[in-house]
């Protein structure tokens, strides 16, 4: 019998999309400590490891700004935004930010413009793993396969939820 004959194929089955759009994403963005896929509830989540206490205040500030930076984004596309649920947690000195965002209404763009407005506001203190200096050509090629993989992912079926985290230079990925 030949191989992939009768048995299934003779090769394991590539990453689906949904742990490659993880993966890219971590691997793109060093600035995110996690990414959490969740297809009950469609929505997408980032976790940003921020190393200092931030105040509720702070908190609001940045909140208003981000929704600011998102509707001028969604208007300017003509998007029609999903839902947007941010979450802070302070334990001693770091704060975990957690962001979600529905995958239908999702952008490549969005999630870059996050990044770019978590990034000028915590500077420093955001946790980030140290990236390879990057030619700009190859991350627009980078946020191009991210945004396919996103519109890829829409409206899949997988009931798999996914999380990926980076760890001393590592993405692990978890399957639940």
């Not at 000028?120 to 991210?146: K, N, V």
């Amino acid at each position: 019998m030949l191989a992939g004959e009768g048995f299934g194929p003779s090769v394991p089955d590539k990453p689906s999309n949904s742990v490659n759009l993880l993966i890219s994403m971590l691997m793109r963005y060093p600035e995110l400590a996690s990414v959490n896929l969740d297809p009950a509830s469609q929505a997408l989540s980032f976790v940003f490891l921020v190393r200092e206490g931030v105040s509720r205040d702070r908190l609001r500030s940045y909140r208003r700004r981000l929704q600011a930076a998102l509707r001028t984004l969604w208007s300017l596309s003509g998007w029609c935004p999903g839902s947007l649920r941010l979450r802070a947690a302070t334990l001693g000195g770091l704060t975990t930010l957690e962001m979600a965002r529905d995958l239908d209404s999702l952008s490549q763009q969005e999630v870059s413009l996050i990044v770019e407005l978590t990034r000028e506001e915590f500077g420093d203190a955001l946790a980030r793993e140290e990236a390879d200096a990057s030619a700009e050509d190859e991350l627009a090629a980078q946020e191009e396969a991210i945004g396919e993989m996103l519109e890829n992912i829409k409206g899949s079926h997988s009931d798999r939820k996914v999380t990926a985290v980076r760890e001393d230079g590592r993405v692990l990925v978890f399957n639940q």
